[in-house]
């Protein structure tokens, strides 16, 4: 989607810290980080939210959460504590239509809303 932002971080038309990749996701640091490590990890393929997937997803949607445990443990917060968060529409406050995933940990972190 040629307009979409973050089609465009893995299109490499915006520049961005990528700090993992494979054939469907793309993992990078959150541009405003909410706590040490904030990382977002998104499909390759333009998915406008979690609301938007079905069965024929299953694979790569496991996918995201072993990368994101390999992710946590690569950037040192396996032991501490991590939070894998989805914010899906309005009402989570999703701001950016490709859906992604924040990885985020670093801190001690607050209530889940
Ligand atoms: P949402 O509220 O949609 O779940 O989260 C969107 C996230 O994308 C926010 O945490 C925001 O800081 C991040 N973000 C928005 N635009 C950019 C950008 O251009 N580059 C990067 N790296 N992150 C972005
Ligand atoms: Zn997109």
New binding site residues.
């Given amino acids: 989607m040629a307009e979409c932002?973050?089609c465009r971080?893995i299109a490499g038309e915006?520049p961005?810290?990528i700090t993992y990749q494979d054939e469907v996701l793309v993992a990078?640091?959150?541009?405003?980080?909410?706590a040490p490590v904030?990382l977002?990890i998104v499909p390759r393929r333009h998915v406008e939210s979690l609301a938007e997937t079905g069965e024929e997803d299953q694979a790569w949607l496991g996918r995201v959460q072993v990368v994101a445990a390999a992710l946590a443990r690569r950037e040192g917060i396996a032991g501490s504590g991590f939070r894998l968060?989805?914010?899906c529409g309005p009402d989570?406050?999703?701001?950016?239509?490709h859906l992604?995933y924040?990885l985020i940990g670093g801190r001690t972190l607050g209530g889940m809303v």
Avoid at 28 to 34: G, V
Avoid at 92 to 97: D, H, K, L, R, T
């Fill in positions: 932002i973050f971080i915006i961005a810290e990078f640091r959150d541009i405003h980080p909410l904030h977002l968060v989805v914010n989570a406050g999703q701001e950016v239509p992604h924040h």
